[in-house]
């Protein structure tokens, strides 16, 4: 019984796992398949149906050729399988940019049905983006379901920070006002410098986007 428990494990383990060959590579694609998969439901990228469906089935089979070459079949040598993976790479950068801009403008807009879209796709950088979610989530919690998405996880972090410490224990009443006031001030001192560093961060992705928009119209033409 437990040969075959740890068979069925060690079956499902490999099924689950990316190739090997070129894994820095091949695990962005493979690990991102199913996230861009799940933009055939979103109506922002509409337009890109026919992109996603072809990318989808292309991915698929380069993975199979790549646990192929794992077993030592060269039936597609391990050149071609690399160009191929350069190339759905170009697919898959494209999606994760367009998230990006996405979201950079639900947030220019301020429209949070796009705001909680682009968190939900699972290809926006949400630790590069904490500050921007918070700050906006602060000025728009009034308008937006945070259920299921990563919000849910700052505020709980939130939460748990803003517990009293046990540090505060046995201080006299005084003792504990100015405590309090001094944690006050840390704190909006921390929000006013994370506001701070957001914007400039928004710069600098503004900036950026303009060079890749630049680069990209430079290459098609």
Do not use: C
């Not at 149906?49 to 030592?72: M, P, Q, R, T, W």
């Amino acid at each position: 019984m437990k040969i075959i428990l740890f068979t069925t494990i060690l079956a499902l383990t490999l099924f689950a796992s990316n190739p090997k060959v070129y894994s820095a590579l091949g695990d962005k694609l493979y690990n991102n398949l199913e996230k861009i998969g799940s933009l055939e439901q979103n109506k922002n990228f509409k337009s890109d149906d026919d992109i996603i469906k072809e990318y989808i089935f292309s991915v698929k089979a380069l993975k199979e050729i790549g646990f192929n070459i794992d077993k030592g079949n060269f039936s597609v040598s391990k050149k071609e399988y690399l160009t191929s993976l350069r190339e759905l790479s170009k697919t898959n950068d494209y999606f994760v940019i367009k998230v990006k801009k996405l979201f950079l403008d639900s947030i220019d807009k301020e429209d949070s049905e796009l705001f909680i879209s682009m968190i939900k796709t699972g290809l926006l950088d949400i630790n590069r983006y904490k500050s921007k979610i918070k700050n906006y989530y602060y000025t728009h919690k009034d308008e937006i379901d945070i259920k299921d998405t990563i919000i849910e996880e700052f505020l709980a972090e939130e939460q748990k920070k803003s517990k009293k410490p046990a540090v505060y224990k046995g201080l006299t009443k005084e003792e504990l006002h100015k405590a309090n006031i001094e944690r006050i001030r840390a704190k909006d001192k921390a929000r006013h410098e994370a506001m701070q560093k957001a914007l400039e961060e928004e710069l600098r992705e503004k900036k950026m986007l303009i060079r890749e928009q630049q680069i990209k119209e430079l290459r098609t033409k």
